[in-house]
T-cell receptor, first 112, second 114 residues
Framework: QKEVEQDPGPLSVPEGAIVSLNCTYSNSAFQYFMWYRQYSRKGPELLMYTYSSGNKEDGRFTAQVDKSSKYISLFIRDSQPSDSATYLC????????????FGKGTMLLVSP | DGGITQSPKYLFRKEGQNVTLSCEQN?????MYWYRQDPGQGLRLIYYSQIVNDFQKGDIAEGYSVSREKKESFPLTVTSAQKNPTAFYLC?????????????FGPGTRLTVL
């Protein structure tokens, strides 16, 4: 079993839809959870950063972490064509230095 | 403007040649990283450096080498020992050495072996 599982998609939705992107993980030591957005042929940019369980909201984006289920989600409200990109989840353990483990990414396509 | 630059954007290499990818940051970050991204594979860590003159192997270091002589620079050499070097290479940096630090990414270098 891979440490981080993420459906590669593509996920196609119409403009204005609510999008749900998800990752599951197996390492119970993971404490920090991130979502990156990557446009085609560009470097990833950080969207959301959460610690441990709970929700975090930033504009149209909400990140949710359920450590008991080892499951994280990113919700995008009122999706726009400009949201079309690949979304990568990433996570790391706590306690000193720890490298990031990335999911494979989910490609999202928002049609006008 | 502060940020991370990578050069070149596209690089073509003949089999058996070594090539060096450049990564420079002016964010005054301590830590720097190299990742490789293949289609449908996500990002895999090649090497990382937490401080000048020190670096550690990541998950897929074989066939690669790095140096960290200056805080701003972390070049990656893809050697002829790397069996399948065609990929998208991403450099990143973070302000600190711990997992609390956000990683900022450069625009990437696409390497193609002919």
């Amino acid at each position: 079993q891979k440490e981080v599982e993420q459906d590669p998609g593509p996920l196609s939705v119409p403009e204005g839809a609510i999008v749900s992107l998800n990752c599951t993980y197996s390492n119970s030591a993971f404490q920090y959870f991130m979502w990156y957005r990557q446009y085609s042929r560009k470097g990833p940019e950080l969207l959301m950063y959460t610690y441990s369980s709970g929700n975090k909201e930033d504009g149209r984006f909400t990140a949710q972490v359920d450590k008991s289920s080892k499951y994280i989600s990113l919700f995008i409200r009122d999706s726009q064509p400009s949201d079309s990109a690949t979304y990568l989840c990433a996570m790391s353990a706590a306690g000193g230095y720890s490298t990031l483990t990335f999911g494979k990414g989910t490609m999202l396509l928002v049609s006008p | 403007d502060g940020g991370i630059t990578q050069s070149p954007k596209y690089l073509f290499r003949k089999e058996g040649q070594n090539v060096t990818l450049s990564c420079e940051q002016n964010l005054n970050h301590d830590a720097m990283y190299w990742y490789r991204q293949d289609p449908g594979q996500g990002l895999r860590l090649i090497y990382y450096s937490q401080i000048v003159n020190d670096f550690q192997k990541g998950d897929i270091a074989e066939g690669y080498s790095v140096s960290r002589e200056k805080k701003e620079s972390f070049p990656l050499t893809v050697t002829s020992a790397q069996k399948n070097p065609t990929a998208f290479y991403l450099c990143a940096s973070s302000i600190g050495r711990d997992s609390l630090s956000e990683q900022f990414f450069g625009p990437g270098t696409r390497l193609t072996v002919l």
